[in-house]
DNA sequence: GAGATTTGCGAAATCGGTTACCCAACGATA
DNA sequence: TATCGTTGGGTAACCGATTTCGCAAATCTC
């Protein structure tokens, strides 16, 4: 069907091997000019391709590297959108192609790809003894520097946004945490950090958790809602995500009240439903994006220098304002 | 590094042969069971993986398909991942991989794929032959059937859409078109759908077109923020998007004017965005999520009986009611 | 003009599977 | 006992590249 090297052999009387250095560009063969045009000429004209799957065979490289995450939902989500949006031309930029999934096995089987970006860690006990031996980089919200790890500091931006509405004034702030699951001492960094700046501000902690639910804007409205009821002088909240966020604005004008003149909304990850929503969301920005892009360009050289280990990169965090937030006014 | 079926072979004291037609189950082999049970012990023993890369090359079959879009952004827009969402698992359940990849040449080259979902067509002139000889399939919004295409019918959508204000009672109906290049006699399925609706009812026919711009909502809010300032009674609006249907409300919202008691507004492709929105955003829903179901699907088929062309489905679209609009109301 | 070097390029192994073809051993049949 | 079919499994070619090794011819050196 396609056309291989040893066509153009043939077709230019060399071997294979020739063709191949000349293709390759190899610079340690001596190859005289006339030799190298003619080979050139023939494989233009013959319409040659190589064989990237032949290639892959002898080099050991495929020049795919894989994405994962453990839902397809989560790898196709606004969150992560942003990154694949960066990440595959990036790759592209450096030769690879991508390779999306959400079954980290069939990424990991069979020397399909060269190394992995992982967006989330699967709870398969397996996924130590999956990942030995192979090139891995970890896009995740990590508190510090850890290896193989392009992160950013969720304490740190949960910090931002209670630092920014305490800066206005507000003092009955609620984490809206949605369906994490409540634990007393959870290592859970966007926790840890509303706790740490609500505390370091003398003010009362105010916590609103969930179970866990496909939908995540109802997630947000119920438990808005059921806030509302309960204590009525709540004037801000900070979400986890975006959609729970957007969950408690609606709940908020359901209630007859308004966003943000009696309550504040803050989002977390700064996707594109902030510009969405009414009043446009106030958002704690991640920097998932620059992120991917940091793991293919880490990855790659990873990867063609057969090293295992590299050093983690820690981004900032930033607040994006926008319409949904404002200095508290007395309700009552 | 990798166990292979000569390893195997050796610890079982059998040929490579005898390992691989175990290993692959064939039938028409006449293996005893006590071998067939010897080698698939040493395999789970030694913990082999078949290399994908080497069967790939002996067999001509990569078990890869590629999903194309013309850009990275499209791909992980709210539209597209409706379907990639899909997409993926299914492709996984029929054993495929998913690659995906805003540059088709790098898709298309080299064997690296079995067969290729296109949800867009790129500019590039050698698009044609660059296909030549490949399993594909489309999916798009084409008005009929066509072979190798999965598509709906946007010309009904639309129609829909706009069937629906007309019967609400609306006269005044805007098409907001945003970012499509104005052609006298378009091609274009939902312009013909608007047009064929509006002509039908023998309204006026309200025509929005506008300029490419990277930013969708500003593109909807800039053409309705004219549209207002221009003629004022508009009681109706059927945007291209969800993204210009957004940016739309919130011009009227800035005019001072109800969404939807003043202007009802329709958006389309019902993406998560219309979850976002204040009001909820009515929008016509387009069955992508079915349609990339059905591509993989036929896809494989294709691929595995070695057919080129196969018979096309046109789903239906159907439209979702949500806040944004309802009966108009005289504003003066 | 003999030896040393360089130049140009081919042969063959290799990567890890799959598969067509073939053959020895064995039991059954005549 | 000669023939034949079946069973079990090995040999080797092949997929399409890359790369090591090495050799003949050309060129240079003295």
């Known amino acids: 069907m396609g056309v291989t090297i040893y066509d153009i052999a043939k077709s230019v009387n060399l071997s294979a091997a020739t063709v191949s250095r ?60 942003r990154m694949l949006e960066v990440v595959e031309p990036k790759a592209h930029s450096l030769g690879y192609r991508v390779v999306v999934s959400s079954e980290l096995e069939s990424l990991v089987e069979g020397r399909q790809v060269d190394g992995i970006i992982l967006l989330s860690a699967p709870s398969d006990p397996r996924f130590g003894s999956m990942l030995r031996g192979k090139t891995c980089v970890f896009v995740r919200n990590l508190i510090r520097d850890f290896p193989n790890c392009i992160s950013w500091n969720d304490i740190e931006g949960m910090q931002k946004a209670v630092g920014y509405l305490l800066g206005l004034g507000h003092k009955k702030i609620v984490g809206l945490f949605g369906d994490i699951v409540p634990e007393p001492h959870t290592q859970y960094p966007k926790v ?34 059921d806030l509302l009821d309960g204590t009525d002088d709540i004037t801000a909240v900070v979400a986890r995500n975006d959609y729970l966020a957007i969950g408690a604005i609606r709940a908020i004008r359901d209630a007859g009240l308004s966003v943000p003149d009696d309550v504040s909304v803050i989002g977390y990850n700064d996707t594109i439903l902030t510009q969405c929503s009414y009043p446009l969301l106030t958002s704690v920005h991640t920097p998932i994006a620059e992120a991917g892009e940091i793991a293919v360009d880490r990855l790659a050289t990873a990867i063609s220098h057969g090293v295992e280990e590299f050093a983690g990169v820690v981004l900032q965090t930033s607040l994006t304002i926008r319409d949904s937030s404002a200095p508290p006014r007395k309700r009552f």
Chains 1, 2 share one sequence.
């Open 192 to 225: 840890i950090g509303f706790r740490q700046a609500i505390e370091e501000a003398g003010e009362e902690l105010l916590e609103c958790w969930g179970t866990r639910s496909p939908d995540q804007f109802e997630n947000g409205y119920r438990l808005m809602k």
């Open 22 to 81: 000349v293709l390759n560009k190899r610079t340690d063969a001596r190859i005289p000019e006339v030799t190298r045009l003619r080979v050139i000429e023939a494989a233009r004209e013959m319409g040659y391709r190589p064989n990237l799957v032949a290639r892959a065979l002898t080099t050991g490289r495929t020049f795919n590297i894989g994405v994962f995450a453990c839902s397809m939902q989560e790898m196709t989500g606004p969150h992560f959108a």
